[in-house]
């Protein structure tokens, strides 16, 4: 275990992210396995820990360097995430912190690379996340990395597998199934001679066994003013306790995918008048009866107002849960009730 001033950038505060500076950094979150808590990584780049009573928030990282994509160990007792490292610009590794002593071990260290939403197997013994290679050398792109598959490794780092080889050129998000065998995950890439953008949800088997995905949900193609067909894109999934739902992101709306009748349901049942922006980071409630979810908005002076909603899975109690403040300044957020 190594110290966090040892492995992410220090006194490098002209870096920019592989997504821009830092004021275009797009926040994150994960909930603990208990329910009661939240991996923050707010406005600034930092992590924080929070607990959703509001009792206590405490601030894990303050670097230069962004540290992204929290996610919580199933014991509840680690993170990971991926931050940038010493030296390599616009990229980023896996790194896993000890939440108790702020311990953190970077598992990933391959150089000229980009990698990205790592998520724990529900044992605990794998992590899967996304990586990719090919860096067209614009912050401002924002297909900066554009060539990403899916990879799994032990949590310690070790016996590192690449699972797909299809070349997503959107920064694509895995789960494990609920048993550990599959990888549920979305994909967005142009297909063919066309290049027309697809985006879909699909399964592969977590064990690089299998290289033809199977597709869970297809894309589903809209038509531009111009003419032109395109994609829409699918968020993140997450995967429910009971391993029977797929909760994600289509266009502006929140879907549920029921992999037993394999029927689709957009939530919640009303929305807000003025509920516009994009909505990112849906994930399942401890218990599995509730969505949380970000949505952001731009609030007409160039900026962007982040906030936290909730609604039950059947699609009602739409509540918005934290304004602007979680994510801009967390250490003074408080819940709204």
């Not at 505060?13 to 994960?30: C, N, Q, T, V, Y």
């Not at 027309?196 to 003013?225: H, M, R, W, Y």
């Not at 391993?243 to 009748?261: A, E, H, P, V, Y």
Request: charged letters at 25%.
């Amino acid at each position: 275990m190594i110290s966090i001033l040892a492995t992410i950038c220090l006194g490098c505060s002209w870096l920019p992210s592989f997504i821009g500076d830092r004021g275009k950094h797009e926040p994150s979150f994960a909930l603990s396995p208990d329910g009661k808590q939240m991996a923050l990584s707010a406005n600034d780049g930092d992590l924080y820990l929070i607990d959703l009573d509001g009792k206590k928030v405490t601030r894990l990282t303050e670097t230069p360097a962004y540290e992204k994509k929290p996610s919580f160990s199933p014991d509840g007792r680690s993170l990971v995430f991926v931050s940038e490292p010493t030296g390599d610009r616009f990229s980023s590794r896996v790194f896993r912190m000890q939440i108790d002593s702020r311990e953190i071990m970077q598992l990933t260290k391959d150089s000229g690379i980009c990698d990205s939403n790592p998520h724990y197997s529900r044992d605990g013994a794998r992590i899967v996340f996304a990586r990719a290679s090919r860096n067209n050398g614009d912050p401002y792109v924002r297909d900066l990395w554009n060539d990403y598959d899916l990879y799994v490794m032990n949590s310690d780092g070790s016996d590192l597998k690449q699972i797909t080889n299809a070349l997503h050129q959107r920064d694509l998000d895995g789960r494990f199934s609920a048993d550990g065998v599959d990888l549920i995950y979305n994909a967005t890439y142009f297909t063919g001679n066309s290049m027309l953008l697809t985006s879909k949800i699909l399964e592969i088997k977590a064990d690089g066994s299998d290289k033809n995905p199977a597709t869970l949900v297809p894309s589903e193609l809209k038509e531009s003013k111009e003419g032109e067909r395109y994609a829409i894109e699918y968020g993140s999934p997450d995967v429910s306790p009971d391993g029977n739902q797929i909760l994600f992101i289509k266009d502006i709306r929140l879907t549920l995918l029921d992999l037993t009748s394999r029927t689709v349901r957009e939530m919640p049942d009303k929305k807000p008048s003025n509920w516009n922006g994009s909505l990112a980071n849906a994930v399942f409630s401890a218990d599995g009866r509730r969505a949380l979810w970000m949505r952001s908005n731009f609030n007409g002076e160039n900026n962007i107002d982040r906030t936290l909603w909730s609604a039950d899975i059947d699609g009602k109690n739409l509540t918005e849960l934290a304004d602007n403040q979680l994510f801009s300044s967390p250490l003074k957020w408080r819940p709204k009730n």
